[in-house]
C-alpha cells in the first residue's frame, strides 16, 4: 500500500488496526487467568451492578444479546459464573461464581500493569489517547 492510499489517512482503519493491537496487548496480561477481554468487561458489569440480566450486561458493554449469550456459554462452561433464575421466574440473573470473584481481582491488577507498561511505551500519553477516544465515544 502506498502512504498516501485512503485507508492508511482513514481514522476507521488506524482505530481498527489499533483496537487489534491493543486488544492482544491486553489479553497477554490475562492468558494466565484462562480469561479474555470480554470475560473480564462481563465480570466487571456484575462486579459493578451485582446480579445482572443478559440485556443489562449487552446494553453495558455495547455487544448485541446474541453475542452476549454466547459469552456467557463459555464463561458458565469455565466455572465464572452461574446463570439462576431471578426475581420474576421468568428471567435469568448472571452471578459471578467464588472462582469468578477470585480470578477478577487478580486479572483486574494485571490490566493495571498492562496500562502501565504501555502508558511507559506510549511516552506518558496513555490517559491523553483515552481522553481523546473517550470524547470521540461521546461525540459520534
Not at 446494553?59 to 454466547?70: H, Y
Request: hydrophobic fraction near 35%; charged fraction near 30%.
Amino acid at each position: 500500500m502506498k502512504e498516501n492510499n485512503i485507508t492508511i489517512n482513514c481514522l476507521a482503519f488506524q482505530l481498527s488496526m489499533a483496537r487489534k493491537k491493543v486488544q492482544k496487548w491486553y489479553e497477554r496480561y490475562l492468558e494466565e487467568y484462562g480469561l479474555s477481554t470480554s470475560y473480564v468487561y462481563v465480570m466487571e458489569v456484575i462486579k459493578e451492578f451485582g446480579p445482572s440480566s443478559l440485556s443489562l450486561i449487552a446494553e453495558k458493554i455495547e455487544l448485541e444479546r446474541a453475542t452476549v449469550s454466547t459469552l456467557l456459554g463459555r464463561m458458565e462452561r469455565d466455572g465464572f459464573i452461574e446463570r439462576l433464575v431471578g426475581k420474576e421466574r421468568r428471567s435469568m440473573e448472571v452471578h459471578l461464581t467464588p472462582k469468578g470473584k477470585k480470578v477478577l481481582n487478580h486479572a483486574l491488577s494485571s490490566l493495571q500493569n498492562a496500562d502501565k507498561e504501555l502508558n511507559e511505551l506510549l511516552s506518558g500519553n496513555l490517559d491523553e489517547i483515552k481522553s481523546s477516544i473517550q470524547t470521540l465515544n461521546n461525540k459520534l
